[in-house]
């Protein structure tokens, strides 16, 4: 039987980020009311996440959102890892993935059939740190995966993903008049973000893109 797609409600701790993150910072002070009904949410379990993050690497929202799609139409919403192993990597780039993501795909479903992996109570208790250090294991996976791992399935709430350049443009953007922003400027404006800096990035991609998000 297959599972439904998980839709939790956003982070319980989403309200009081947005009442102090408005209060702190110019620009979220304008950003936020503007999408004050939308919020992070959780869709997926562990392993459909990080193929998610996978297919979405260096690639625009919507292709990402395309093969995505692919993956879904061979193996269901629940996409398990069984299912993907059942296709070679030849099967998978007539999928539209390239090489190397049908091989990261397959890796991270070898990664994933480990004992408790699939479980999200597996996960939670692990810090931030040891959840990196487990998912860069796997070929493919890097920090950049990691973070989007913590931030879009356990809701962590205070990463600050300095490898992602769609952050950095809007940073730029918002805080700079668009001139190029270094990781030291942008993690020196994320420190009045803190403890929520998972969030103000989430409404800073929103404020980039017409649609929100997810993974």
Same mark, same amino acid.
């Given at each position: 039987?297959?599972?439904?797609?998980?839709?939790?409600?956003?982070?319980?701790?989403?309200?009081?980020?947005?009442?102090?993150?408005?209060?702190?910072?110019?620009?979220?002070?304008?950003?936020?009311?503007?999408?004050?009904?939308?919020?992070? $949410?959780?869709?997926?379990?562990?392993?459909?996440?990080?193929?998610?993050?996978?297919?979405?690497?260096?690639?625009?929202?919507?292709?990402?959102?395309?093969?995505?799609?692919?993956?879904?139409?061979?193996?269901?919403?629940?996409?398990?890892? &069984?299912?993907?192993?059942?296709?070679?990597?030849?099967?998978?780039?007539?999928?539209?993935?390239?090489?190397?993501?049908? $091989?990261?795909?397959?890796?991270?479903?070898?990664?994933? $059939?480990?004992?408790?992996?699939?479980?999200?109570?597996?996960?939670?208790?692990?810090?931030?740190?040891?959840?990196?250090? $487990?998912?860069? &294991?796997?070929?493919?996976?890097?920090?950049?995966?990691?973070?989007?791992?913590?931030?879009?399935?356990?809701?962590?709430?205070?990463?600050?993903?300095?490898? &992602?350049?769609?952050?950095?443009?809007?940073?730029?953007?918002?805080?700079?008049?668009?001139?190029?922003?270094?990781?030291?400027?942008?993690?020196?404006?994320?420190?009045?973000?803190?403890?929520?800096?998972?969030?103000?990035?989430?409404?800073?991609?929103?404020?980039?893109?017409?649609?929100?998000?997810?993974?």
């Amino acid at each position: 039987m297959r599972q439904p797609e998980i839709q939790r409600p956003c982070p319980a701790y989403w309200a009081q980020a947005c009442q102090d993150l408005v209060q702190r910072d110019r620009i979220l002070r304008k950003l936020i009311p503007l999408y004050g009904q939308e919020s992070m $949410q959780a869709r997926h379990g562990p392993y459909q996440t990080l193929i998610r993050i996978i297919v979405g690497q260096q690639v625009s929202l919507a292709l990402g959102r395309k093969l995505w799609q692919q993956l879904i139409q061979a193996c269901g919403p629940d996409l398990r890892p &069984d299912c993907i192993l059942q296709y070679s990597e030849a099967q998978l780039r007539a999928m539209g993935l390239s090489l190397r993501k049908a $091989q990261y795909v397959r890796d991270a479903a070898v990664f994933f $059939q480990q004992p408790g992996h699939l479980d999200a109570g597996w996960w939670q208790p692990l810090d931030n740190a040891t959840i990196v250090s $487990q998912l860069c &294991d796997i070929r493919g996976v890097g920090r950049w995966s990691a973070e989007m791992f913590l931030i879009f399935f356990l809701g962590r709430p205070d990463v600050l993903p300095l490898d &992602d350049t769609a952050l950095l443009k809007a940073i730029s953007h918002h805080y700079f008049s668009g001139e190029p922003v270094s990781r030291f400027e942008a993690r020196e404006v994320s420190q009045a973000w803190a403890p929520w800096r998972t969030v103000a990035s989430w409404y800073l991609w929103r404020s980039m893109d017409a649609a929100a998000v997810e993974y």
